[in-house]
């Protein structure tokens, strides 16, 4: 099994910027697809973007895309999410899961408690 700990979130002002990290606890880190998932109040959990196993294929959001870089470090056991251009609707909070490459809540087993990302106008 994988366990998921995210950080990075807090405050930032509309163009900013923040970085979020996932580190990942487990011997199997590797064979996992990673993904970010987020979720506002009242809304359901969104996809975010994704990374293969090997970090060589990723996949974004339309809303996020050209803003937003995933990345993963399979030696550290980390998933990052690198969030530029922030908008205040990108308040939310956000999540990091592993599981199967895809783009929906279904393809991914492990889950982190999530960190909130809080943009202001």
């Known amino acids: 099994q994988v366990q998921l700990v995210e950080s990075g979130g807090g405050l930032a002002q509309a163009g900013g910027s923040l970085r979020l990290s996932c580190a990942a606890s487990?011997?199997?880190?590797?064979?996992?697809?990673m993904g970010w998932f987020r979720q506002a109040p009242g809304k359901e959990r969104e996809f975010v973007a994704a990374?293969?196993?090997?970090?060589?294929?990723?996949t974004y959001a339309a809303s996020v895309k050209g803003r937003f870089t995933i990345s993963r470090d399979n030696a550290k056991n980390t998933v990052d999410l690198q969030m530029n251009s922030l908008k205040p609707e990108d308040t939310a909070v956000y999540y990091c899961?592993?599981?199967?490459?895809?783009?929906?809540?279904?393809?991914?087993?492990?889950w982190g408690q999530g960190t909130q990302v809080t943009v202001s106008s």
């Open positions: 899961a592993a599981g199967n490459w895809g783009r929906t809540t279904s393809s991914y087993a492990y």
């Open positions: 990374i293969n196993s090997d970090g060589r294929g990723t």
């Open positions: 487990g011997r199997s880190f590797n064979i996992y697809a």
